[in-house]
């Protein structure tokens, strides 16, 4: 029985809650037995906070067979460990928070709860926004399809608990690929959305568009399912709105086959030749389904260059604060931003921004003109736990540890959704997706592409044990 729930989608598990055939405190133990089972293989839920969970359950049912139902109707999900759930703790993967126990749940993990959320734990995180999933306070973070690989970051842990079938739904957040990154290296999906769709926690500068909060699932209904029950407005947020028209959810059920995409294997990045192969056999593909087919992208030019500037402003203004006391207790990289962020003059700053407008006004013209611009969610496959990040993509060095992530980080910088979606694997079995970008606010226009490729694709969904 604990298995056969395992196996089934959230959207599946949401009609048998509300059928009566399933109890969310029945979930709560089918998600402990498999979390104890898969968790010394993989680390990717450090943090349980089951006990808590149970109560959530058992107040779920009540309201449930009172009628008071909710979106997500009680099913179990797992937080990131850089938001703060009540009464849990919340590292945010470093040390200097090692012991922060968070009094309330903040806006973002709230609304989810409020919506029939179930908060089984905290999942694991890259040490202050790395793109790989390891940190001083609770180690790495495996990819089950090879567990001498990372599964990317920084919100990995959710991927991973996905993927091997420890949660039905999953929270993370994205600064420069953190939701698209590790669904692609796992086989599941992510959802940058637009900024102001998901009210974002209260550590988060609420003048910042280019950190977002957003949701992880096996399959295109329960992502939107998740999204549902994510989106609205909190006066904390003020970017974001209250929630309005149809349901992402019933987008999602009506799968749509677009006129016209356009495709990009590299942006003009270096990109590993799997990775090349796989997105060309799709574009092929969609060609092939009598899709009217693009092969370009707009130019980046400049476009990464001032992300390194604009994430080192925000690095320093968030964490110069806490530099004197805990200095050593920052990662090497991330100091690196950090100082950047304070050395750099005004001019890089407002050269930066003026890129970033190029940059979007480019992106948005494109978009005019193809509707949708698919390309790669990362630039290498998965790679050794035991580096931080590839030095080398496709024989080109990388600049730093953020040249890798290039290919999703500047279109953070643009602020358009994006959407992580599985497209095949690598002939060494490893998973391979492309993020598909649409104009703002054109989520479900997004979720509607991505099912009718879910349906024409046929991969599989169902949970897997780490190998």
């Not at 990388?398 to 953070?412: E, K, V």
Request: charged share 20%; proline share 7%.
């Amino acid at each position: 029985m604990s298995h056969d729930l395992i196996d089934l989608s959230a959207t599946e598990i949401r009609a048998r809650l509300r059928a009566g055939e399933v109890t969310s405190a029945e979930l709560v133990e089918a998600a402990a037995a498999r979390i104890a089972a898969m968790e010394p293989k993989i680390n990717a839920i450090p943090t349980l906070c089951l006990e808590r969970a149970r109560a959530q359950a058992r107040a779920a049912d009540t309201a449930r067979a009172a009628g008071r139902d909710t979106v997500l109707s009680g099913i179990p999900i797992v937080v990131k460990d850089n938001n703060d759930v009540a009464g849990v703790r919340n590292t945010g993967g470093t040390p200097i928070f090692k012991d922060r126990i968070s009094t309330t749940s903040d806006r973002t993990v709230a609304l989810m709860e409020a919506n029939g959320a179930v908060v089984l734990g905290k999942s694991n995180l890259s040490e202050l926004g790395d793109a790989q999933t390891t940190n001083a306070v609770h180690g790495t973070t495996l990819n089950p399809y090879d567990v001498r690989l990372t599964c990317g970051g920084s919100s990995g842990g959710s991927a991973v608990a996905l993927a091997t079938g420890e949660a039905w739904l999953a929270h993370g957040n994205d600064y420069g690929g953190s939701l698209r990154i590790p669904a692609a290296f796992c086989n599941v999906l992510g959802l940058r959305p637009t900024p102001g769709r998901v009210p974002r926690k209260r550590l988060t500068d609420p003048f910042d568009t280019i950190f977002v909060e957003g949701p992880m699932a096996r399959c295109v209904d329960d992502l939107a399912l998740m999204f549902d029950a994510m989106v609205g407005y909190d006066s904390g947020d003020f970017l974001s709105t209250p929630a309005s028209g149809p349901s992402f959810f019933a987008a999602a059920r009506e799968p749509r086959k677009p006129a016209r995409i356009a495709v990009s294997t590299d942006l003009g990045l270096p990109v590993e030749a799997p990775i090349r192969a796989v997105v060309e056999a799709f574009a092929e593909m969609l060609a092939g389904a009598g899709i009217a087919v693009h092969r370009g992208h707009p130019a980046t030019t400049g476009a990464m260059d001032a992300f390194r500037v604009l994430r080192g402003e925000s690095f320093f203004a968030t964490w110069e604060p806490l530099l004197d006391r805990h200095r050593d207790l920052f990662p090497a990289a991330v100091m690196g931003d950090i100082m950047r962020g304070r050395d750099q003059p005004g001019r890089a700053i407002a050269a930066a921004n003026r890129a970033r407008t190029d940059f979007y006004r480019r992106a948005v013209d494109f978009l005019d003109d193809h509707d949708f611009l698919v390309c790669p969610a990362a630039q290498a496959m998965p790679f050794s736990v035991d580096i931080l990040a590839p030095e080398t993509i496709d024989g080109q060095p990388m600049q730093d540890y953020l040249g890798w992530i290039a290919i999703t980080a500047i279109w953070s910088l643009s602020g358009l959704p994006a959407i992580s979606v599985p497209i095949g694997f690598s002939d060494a079995g490893l998973p391979i997706g492309v993020q598909i970008l649409s104009h703002g606010g054109r989520e479900r226009d997004l979720l509607r592409l991505a099912a009718w490729i879910e349906r024409e694709l046929s991969l599989p969904a169902t949970p897997i044990d780490p190998r």
